[in-house]
């Protein structure tokens, strides 16, 4: 069966301090990545998606960039974190665009 | 752009009471998924309608996609507290590139 890993769970950061967070896929190859970030309570907002590795693609200009080194693992990163950056960052994967989407755990960020 | 409009934003209700939450757009969808999300979690998927008019039954949980696909509804049935969280529709485009597009979400608190 398929897993989905995120960490950390749960992160305080400075501002102007860097960020990175990891998502990494089991039992799955190939699959479509995706970064969200959810405001309190609120629907969710896509950040970065991947099709393949090294394959980035942007829905909103930000402070935030994203990387695919490998298949399976999607990271999330920023060199200098804004207050504006918090908030709940969630991973998914899929296995083709527009299908069903399956999340990761997720990670607070706390920017102070 | 497409979007999806989910109303009530907010419901609280006593344990047993009957409930709708819509999902509204003016796009037509492929599909049309519904997710709940608890407190602290990433989003679970619960069902996905294809059909227009299609009702499917999960339990005390009945979804239905409007004949014309442009809208959705989900009804439960004698809620219970562990209904409580957030709940999200997420449309499929017409074109085989398009990214799921998520609703601004329904929370739902039930009191027992």
């Known amino acids: 069966s398929q897993t989905i890993h995120q960490w950390p769970a749960t992160l305080v950061q400075p501002v102007g301090s860097p960020l990175s967070l990891e998502c990494t896929v089991e039992?799955?190859?190939?699959?479509?990545l995706y970064w969200y970030r959810q405001a309190a309570g609120r629907g969710l907002q896509l950040l970065f998606y991947?099709?393949?590795?090294?394959?980035i693609s942007s829905e909103v200009p930000q402070n935030l960039s994203a990387s695919r080194p490998q298949d399976r693992q999607f990271i999330l990163s920023s060199k200098k974190l804004l207050l504006s950056d918090s908030g709940f960052y969630l991973c998914?994967?899929?296995?083709?665009?527009?299908?069903?989407?399956?999340f990761g755990p997720g990670t607070r960020l706390t920017v102070t | 752009t497409q979007l999806l409009e989910q109303s009530p934003q907010f419901l609280s209700i006593q344990e047993g009471e009957n409930l709708t939450v819509y999902c509204n757009s003016s796009?037509?969808?492929?599909?049309l998924q519904w997710y709940r999300q608890e407190p602290g979690e990433g989003p679970v998927l619960l069902v996905t309608?294809?059909?227009?008019?299609e009702v499917k039954k999960l339990k005390r949980l009945t979804f239905q996609f409007g004949d014309a696909r442009k809208d959705s509804s989900l009804h439960i049935t004698a809620a219970q507290p562990g209904d409580t969280g957030l709940y999200l529709c997420?449309?499929?485009?017409?074109?085989?590139?398009?990214?799921?597009?998520f609703g601004t979400g329904t929370r739902l608190q039930v009191f027992p």
């Open positions: 998914a994967w899929s296995l083709g665009e527009g299908v069903e989407q399956y």
């Open positions: 796009s037509v969808f492929s599909s």
């Open positions: 997420a449309g499929e485009g017409l074109r085989n590139t398009d990214k799921l597009i």
């Open positions: 991947s099709v393949g590795i090294g394959q």
């Open positions: 039992g799955t190859s190939n699959p479509n």
């Open positions: 309608v294809v059909t227009g008019g």
